[in-house]
């Protein structure tokens, strides 16, 4: 029905930027909160930044600052700046989006979908 498809992770020195891109695709009526996760080995997952419909942001406090989060809502994509890289921004991450999906037998429904990841890795 929808899928979101990343791109942009790599390998980076710290102190490097980095830029997440991700697309919202297939039987979409709207997407409301679009986000990007991050999971470390051995740790949750935890909220990196999320964006409204109407571009209000929220960032967790360990990437305030340097990451910014930005959304195109005629393409239906999200994207994550990341500058200052350190170390500890190493994790597979993820788009999320709370999609309102146009579903054949049921109308429209809204659900939570996500991208199958893409890994970020900062050397020191």
């Known amino acids: 029905q929808v899928q979101l498809v990343e791109s942009g992770g790599g390998m980076v020195q710290a102190g490097g930027s980095l830029r997440l891109s991700c697309a919202a695709s297939g039987s979409i009526f709207a997407i409301n909160d679009m986000a990007w996760y991050r999971q470390a080995p051995g740790k949750p997952r935890e909220l990196v930044a999320n964006?409204?419909?109407?571009?209000?942001?929220k960032y967790a406090d360990s990437v305030k600052g340097r990451f910014t989060i930005s959304r195109d809502n005629i393409r239906n994509t999200v994207d994550l700046q990341m500058n200052s890289l350190s170390p500890d921004d190493t994790a597979n991450y993820y788009c999320?989006?709370?999609?309102?999906?146009?579903?054949?037998?049921?109308?429209?429904?809204?659900?939570?979908?996500w991208g199958q990841g893409t890994q970020v890795t900062v050397s020191s």
């Open positions: 964006v409204t419909r109407g571009s209000s942001t």
């Open positions: 999320n989006a709370r999609v309102t999906a146009i579903v054949r037998s049921s109308g429209l429904v809204e659900s939570d979908y």
